[in-house]
């Protein structure tokens, strides 16, 4: 399996996660009340876009099925795991950007991405509602309650 | 260039986005109690909701279905951002999670994602849908699960139908749902924080941000608890990411494929037949 990533693909992601990243950095300083130092938060949301940017690279160039996001767990985790010669510098820099105002662009985005799907949902019964309701429902408590029994049958909660 | 050419001709587009965000983190959470309990509406919820009214209510003429087409990669890559800080939350935590015994439940809660199955078929079959059942209820249907699907069964097979469905309204109004249902159940006060955590992944980043987002407004940032749980829900939903499909082909599937056929004579059979 042979991949192949062209310039335009690249300075396409590139661009996205520079605009996420933009609106992000913003939306963090409105977030603090305008208390945060705006320039202070910028090496940090450097740091996040370069994780974001050679994960997804990464995914993309090497010939396994390893999807970007555990790229950029792996990456993420390297940098700033105690020990690494980077954590200290990271941790600090990344902890000037909330972790809720990354993730409010990108739902302004699926907001208007899940739009053209509406005319597709508004066919669907009550009874097709209600049963994908009872799914989310299933797999989330599901997990919580195995969680939940794990960690008091261990001690720590 | 013609990829980067597109996003940058749809600059009203991000402009707009950029004021609704600010908007956004300017009203911030609120709180509204309910009983003993409170569901927190927060930034990233009115954010979503904005988005989706400028496209159904089209108020201005450059959020149309063009944006909305551009808007789908803004999404797919960008919670790479957001999940680039999970990850470096994660790497401060990393140590206590495996230290302290946080690595078994984040594993075997893997397991609860089956859940679905037991939850929802039985429903399913009482409203009278039939192979649907098994197409919306064996797994949380996203890309993947309606990859695996389309393949084996053919997306026009009753099981097809019935993935498409429930990935159509998990994708329409499951952020929103999950960030209202996590709410509820970290108000409720029965199941702890970590572990309402640990059930956040379900192989959406965007779903597990939502999610998530009640639990860390529990917490201040900076916190041992705002780091915990939002790297046990990073975890989590890396996990997903990479064993969900496999989850789905060798137990999920399987499970509630033999789950219909024990099931489907009892409450099933005889019921007039659904569409979904």
Not at chain 2, 86 to 101: E, H, L, P
Request: charged letters at 10%; hydrophobic letters at 55%.
């Amino acid at each position: 399996m042979k991949k192949r990533l062209t310039l335009d693909e690249f300075l396409e992601y590139t661009l996205i996660m520079l605009i996420i990243a933009a609106i992000a950095l913003v939306g963090n300083w409105v977030s603090s009340k305008f208390t945060a130092s705006f320039v202070d938060s910028i090496p940090g949301i450097l740091i996040l876009l370069g994780i974001a940017l050679v994960g997804t690279t990464l995914a993309k160039v090497i010939p396994l099925k390893i999807p970007a996001i555990i790229w950029i767990t792996v990456i993420g985790i390297l940098l700033a795991v105690e020990g690494s010669p980077t954590a200290a510098y990271v941790t600090e820099a990344v902890g000037k950007i909330g972790l809720l105002p990354l993730a409010t662009p990108v739902l302004a985005y699926a907001g208007v991405n899940i739009g053209k799907d509406w005319a597709e949902f508004k066919k669907i019964s009550w009874r097709g509602i209600l049963v994908t309701l009872c799914v989310m429902i299933g797999t989330f408590v599901g997990s919580a309650v195995i969680a939940n029994i794990i960690l008091y049958a261990q001690g720590i909660v | 260039m013609e990829k980067t050419k597109t996003i940058l001709k749809a600059w009203p587009l991000h402009l707009t986005l950029l004021a609704v965000v600010l908007l956004c983190e300017q009203i911030n959470t609120i709180k509204i109690p309910v009983g003993n309990a409170s569901i927190m509406f927060l930034p990233l919820l009115y954010a979503m909701v904005i988005g989706l009214a400028l496209y159904l209510i089209k108020p201005v003429k450059w959020i149309n279905d063009e944006s909305s087409k551009t808007a789908n990669s803004f999404v797919t890559l960008g919670i790479s951002v957001f999940i680039a800080k999970i990850a470096v939350n994660s790497g401060a935590a990393i140590m206590t999670i495996v230290r302290s015994g946080y690595v078994l439940p984040l594993v075997l809660q893997e397991f609860g994602n089956l859940g679905t199955i037991l939850v929802a078929l039985p429903i399913a079959l009482l409203f009278g849908f039939k192979r649907e059942a098994v197409g919306m209820t064996h797994s949380i249907a996203r890309e993947p699960n309606v990859a695996y699907i389309a393949q084996r069964y053919g997306l026009d097979s009753p099981e097809g139908r019935g993935v498409i469905t429930v990935y159509t309204v998990g994708t329409v109004i499951g952020t929103i749902f999950m960030n209202l249902l996590v709410s509820l159940l970290a108000g409720l006060n029965l199941l702890h924080p970590y572990a309402l955590a640990m059930a956040c992944g379900v192989g959406s980043g965007s779903m597990m941000a939502a999610s998530s987002a009640p639990l860390l407004a529990m917490f201040a940032e900076g916190t041992t608890e705002y780091t915990m749980v939002s790297s046990l829900a990073g975890l989590s939903n890396t996990f997903s990411t990479a064993d969900g499909i496999l989850m789905t082909i060798f137990i999920g599937l399987p499970l509630c494929n033999w789950l219909y056929k024990v099931l489907y004579p009892v409450i099933g059979a005889g019921r007039k037949e659904k569409n979904a």
